[in-house]
C-alpha cells in the first residue's frame, strides 16, 4: 500500500525511500518497491540498478538485497542522505539548535543532519557566530542576519557540499568554540567513524576545537563501522539520536558517561 503521493518525487528522493524500504526488511521485490514509492516497475528497476552501481545494495532478478556487510568506504549521495530518514534528522536538529543561546560560537559539521540543526538554529533566531564546511549549511544559516558566519575555507569534495583540507583544519583546531556539531556515518560503542581520512580528519579538528561536542545521528548511524575512527565518545559528549535508538547502543554511550537525548523534548542545557 503506497503510504502517500510519490509520484512526483525526485530520483534522490525515490533512491532514499528505496534504501530505507530494503534495509528495513533485507529484501524487497521489484513489485513491492513500485507499489510502496508509487512508480513504474521500470522507474524501480533503473532505481535499482542506480543504487547497486553506487554499492548501496545488490541487485536480485526480481528486487534487490541489503548488504549484509556494510561496506566501510561507501556513503550515499549528499542528495539522497538528504532525504533519508528526514523526519528523525529534523527532530534531532530541532533538539541540537534547542541547546544554543545568544552569543555563542557554534560549529556545524557537514552533515545532512547537522543541516537539519542549522535550519531550526535559524527559525529560532539566535545571535550565534556560526563556523561551518558545508557550502549548502553556509547559504541556510546566511539567511539569518543575527548569525555571524565563518567558512574557515578548504577544498571542495567531489560530489559534495563539503570542504576538506587547509587551512579549514588548522583554524578548527584553533578554536575554542562553545559547542560543535558533528554528523556521524557510523556509531559503534562509543566509537564515531567515518568513510574517508580526510573526511575524519576534519571532524577531529572540529571537536577537538570546542569545549563540548554533541554527535547529532539518526538510529540507523548505531551498531555500524566505517573506515576512518574520528573520536571516541566519554564523559562531557553529547549524543542527540531518535526514539529508535537500541538499547544496547544507548546503555554504551551512558556507561562511558555519554548524555543521550532521543527525541527533540529531551534537550537541556
Known amino acids: 500500500m503506497q503510504l502517500e503521493d510519490t509520484s512526483q518525487l525526485i530520483p534522490a528522493a525515490r533512491h532514499a525511500l528505496i534504501l530505507d524500504h530494503v534495509r528495513a526488511r533485507g529484501i524487497a521485490a521489484i513489485a513491492e518497491l513500485a507499489e510502496v514509492i508509487g512508480v513504474s516497475l521500470s522507474t524501480v528497476r533503473r532505481d535499482l540498478g542506480d543504487l547497486a552501481a553506487q554499492g548501496l545494495l545488490r541487485r536480485t532478478h526480481g528486487g534487490a538485497v541489503a548488504l549484509t556487510i556494510a561496506q566501510t568506504t561507501f556513503e550515499p549521495a549528499p542528495a ?9 534528522k529534523r527532530a534531532i ?15 556545524f559539521d557537514s552533515s545532512s543532519t547537522v543541516l537539519e540543526a542549522a535550519r531550526a538554529t535559524v527559525s529560532r533566531g539566535v545571535a550565534i ?18 548569525v555571524r558566519l565563518i567558512v574557515p575555507g578548504g577544498s571542495l569534495r567531489t560530489g ?13 583546531r584553533g578554536l575554542a568554540a562553545d559547542i560543535a556539531f558533528l554528523g556521524a556515518h557510523a556509531v559503534s560503542g562509543t566509537e564515531v567513524s567515518e568513510t574517508s581520512i580526510e573526511i575524519a580528519t576534519i571532524k ?8 563540548r561536542v554533541a554527535v547529532l545521528a539518526d538510529s540507523t548511524k548505531f551498531g555500524t563501522v566505517a573506515f576512518c575512527r574520528v573520536l571516541t565518545l566519554g ?21 562511558a558517561g555519554v548524555s543521550v537525548v532521543t527525541g527533540a523534548g529531551e534537550a537541556g542545557r
Request: charged share 20%; glycine share 12%.
Open 129 to 146: 557566530t556560526a563556523i561551518t564546511n558545508d557550502l549548502r549549511i553556509a547559504a541556510v544559516l546566511a539567511e539569518q542576519p543575527r
Open 235 to 255: 564523559p562531557g559528549h553529547l549524543v542527540i539520536s531518535d526514539p529508535d535508538l537500541g538499547a544496547d547502543s544507548r546503555g554504551a554511550l551512558e556507561e
Open 80 to 88: 539522497i542522505a538528504q532525504h533519508q530518514h528526514a523526519d528523525a
Open 204 to 211: 577531529q579538528a572540529m571537536a577537538g576545537g570546542a569545549r
Open 160 to 172: 559534495s557540499y563539503t570542504l576538506m583540507g587547509e587551512p579549514g583544519v588548522s583554524f578548527a
Open 93 to 107: 536538529g530541532h533538539a541540537g539548535a534547542a541547546l544554543l543561546d545568544d552569543g555563542q560560537s557554534v560549529v
